[in-house]
């Protein structure tokens, strides 16, 4: 998931690439041309799996029923009904979302391993539909499909077909690295181990998810046409549960670094097939599909010495680039804010109960727009699950929680981020291998409204411009600004937790909760952090503050609420607290 590198190859690699990608329809025996035109072909399935799997971490096992559904279309319509294959095309687009919105819909809400057993079902359910209905010709298929008109030229001849297929490739391995590089991109790389991260910045996982899916379904379904057309003939053993495996198996051993993955995952997997076809029935006297046992030892051995794919291997040989400093641009639009010194949080009697323990004990307690609270206590007294009542991550057992006159005691994560509560994470949610830019920039998300469409087509550059320039702001504003391509990851904690704290002023929020900010920070790093709090107080944010030093809490807050298994022990200012005997008795020890 690095990104470190814009362009993708080098000079060399890149005139290499040209040179063999034009080198081969030109020049080279048909053996070659009908390889270049398959690998292509998979590379457009494999890329949507690179995308669904490798980057979004939904496992899917359907691809190739999808292309099953793309190439069935046209088949079906071109010959049964003499329609023109770009009207098919559009058709099997449309049929696809439908079928992948269907699936999704039941499967992609819900977490766990609902998508790849539901994608297993699909593709076994379609293979039989296509083997067994007469009109869909059975198992033996149907034939006489036309070939493709293009601007009155007739792609009979394999050589020109190469031209459409590696076009339509390299649009959607443009159309895909502009995507993972845009607003909904940064939540899309976020959805595999961050989820929880990405709706605390509103994002709406489950939607986001179903829009994946049908991106990469669409994909497969583009891959199919082709392949019906290229081949003129269809039956349903290229769409069935093993080429759902194949196809998966590519993007596995591209990986998810770059959508350039894909490409390479589908080379090597034909290429290796082609070889181990021939060599391996002549090496063992017998004949059969051997090469899948080499595949199913290839894949264990890749997943346990090389995760993240065969792709960071290639982007090694390339050069390395430096990002250039990241220009200037006017802010985002700010976000609504409340009036100065009006009610904006009541925690209205919160409790929430894991099984027998009683973690947050009918709580109360109201934060005014403006003031800096802190949430004190000793270890397990309930400060992180308040929290988390209030961000919407843990579900109120009883009780509720009033943001700006309206009740959220019951809403989901990113419906509360969109009414103005940023946050940072006790234990630190940043995307490791993302730099601080990126990073920085989703916690920007609700300020933006680009979709996957115009991020696709680039058509999101205004936006996306003030997007890094307001994060480049927020990084420097809590003193990272050397660090800002750094990958997050490579940070010490300490400044790991500063990264999420710029993250959350990035999205121009109306009620800040920050979760053990000073942890782990060395002093003139403490002072630091206290002036940046200071200096946001003073511009009227209003911040919710868990921390262990107290002399840092002390200093800075308004009003402390102390809190003990649960319960709300006192509740005053910093000079009242410190001198109240019972907080010293059950919080400082009798100190
Ligand atoms: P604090 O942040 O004040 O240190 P927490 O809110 O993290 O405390 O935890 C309060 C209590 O709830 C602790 O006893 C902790 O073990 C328990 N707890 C927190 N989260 C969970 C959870 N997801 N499941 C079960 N118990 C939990
Ligand atoms: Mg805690």
């Known amino acids: 998931m690095t990104r470190a590198r814009k362009l993708p190859f080098g000079v060399v690699g890149v005139v290499g690439f040209i040179v063999v990608l034009i080198g081969v329809p030109l020049l080279a025996p048909q053996f070659w041309v009908t390889l270049g035109n398959y690998v292509g072909l998979y590379s457009i399935a494999a890329l949507g799996l690179v995308l669904l799997t490798g980057v979004a971490g939904q496992t899917s096992f359907g691809q190739a029923a999808f292309v099953g559904i793309g190439a069935y279309t046209t088949a079906i319509l071109s010959t049964q009904y003499a329609m023109s294959p770009w009207v098919n095309l559009a058709v099997g687009l449309v049929l696809t979302i439908a079928l992948a919105l269907f699936l999704g819909f ?49 792609l009979r001849n394999e050589r020109y077909f190469y031209f459409l297929i590696w076009g339509i490739a390299l649009a959607a391995l443009w159309a895909t690295d502009n995507l993972l590089d845009s607003r909904p991109g940064r939540a899309i790389r976020a959805l595999k181990s961050r989820l929880e991260m990405a709706e605390a910045f ?7 998810k179903i829009i994946v899916f049908v991106y990469s379904a669409l994909l497969a379904c583009i891959s199919g046409w082709l392949y019906a057309h290229l081949q003129r003939f269809v039956n349903p053993t290229p ?18 670094g770059s959508v350039w993955g894909a490409v390479v995952g589908a080379t090597l997997i034909t290429l290796a097939k082609e070889v181990l076809q021939d060599v391996l029935p002549a090496l063992l006297g017998k004949s059969g599909n051997f090469e899948i046992i080499v595949f199913g030892v290839l894949m264990v051995l890749l997943l346990q010495f090389a995760r993240d794919g065969l792709w960071p291997w290639f982007a090694h040989l390339l050069p390395l680039q430096t990002p250039p400093p990241v220009p200037e641009a006017p802010p985002l639009p700010p976000r609504a804010r409340p009036p100065l010194d009006g009610p904006l949080l009541d925690v209205r009697a919160a409790r929430k109960q894991f099984g027998g323990l009683v973690a947050v004990n009918d709580l109360s307690f109201s934060i005014r727009s403006g003031e800096i609270v802190g949430l004190i206590g000793p270890n397990g007294a309930g400060k992180s699950t308040m929290f988390n009542l209030i961000s919407g991550a843990l579900q109120l057992t009883a009780g509720d929680v009033v943001f700006r006159g309206e009740s959220i005691g019951s809403h989901r994560p990113f419906q509360i981020a969109r009414r103005g509560i940023g946050r940072t994470f006790q234990h630190v949610k940043l995307l490791p291998q993302m730099s601080v830019l990126d990073n920085v920039a989703l916690g920007a998300y609700l300020r933006g409204s680009t979709d996957v469409a115009r991020a696709a087509f680039r058509l999101d550059r205004a936006e996306e411009a003030r997007t890094k320039a307001e994060a480049a702001r927020a990084i420097a504003r809590v003193g990272l600004a050397a660090q800002v391509h ?66 840092f809490v002390m200093e800075l807050t308004d009003r402390l609420v102390v809190m003990d298994f649960g319960e709300k022990l006192a509740e005053g200012l910093p000079s009242e607290i410190q001198k109240n005997p019972v907080v010293l008795e059950a919080y400082l020890g009798g100190v």
């Open 202 to 208: 509103g994002v709406d996982a489950a939607r986001l």
């Open 239 to 256: 769409f069935g549960i093993n080429q759902g495996i194949e196809y998966l198996f590519m993007a596995v051993v591209g990986g998810a």
């Open 486 to 551: 750094a990958a997050a990851g490579s940070l010490p904690l300490g400044k790991q937790r500063i990264v999420e704290i710029a993250r959350a002023l990035a999205s121009d929020p109306a009620l800040l909760l920050l979760d053990e900010p000073a942890a782990g920070l060395r002093y003139l790093e403490k002072e630091e952090l206290a002036r940046l709090l200071r200096q946001l107080k003073a511009e009227g944010m209003t911040v919710l503050l868990v921390e262990h030093d107290m002399d």
């Open 106 to 154: 039941i499967t992609l809400r819900m977490r766990g391993h609902y998508l790849p057993l539901a994608t297993i079902a699909w593709g076994i359910s379609l293979y039989f539909l296509f083997g067994n209905l007469e009109f869909m010709g059975g198992h033996t298929g149907i034939t006489s499909i036309p070939a493709l008109n293009l601007f009155g030229l007739e």
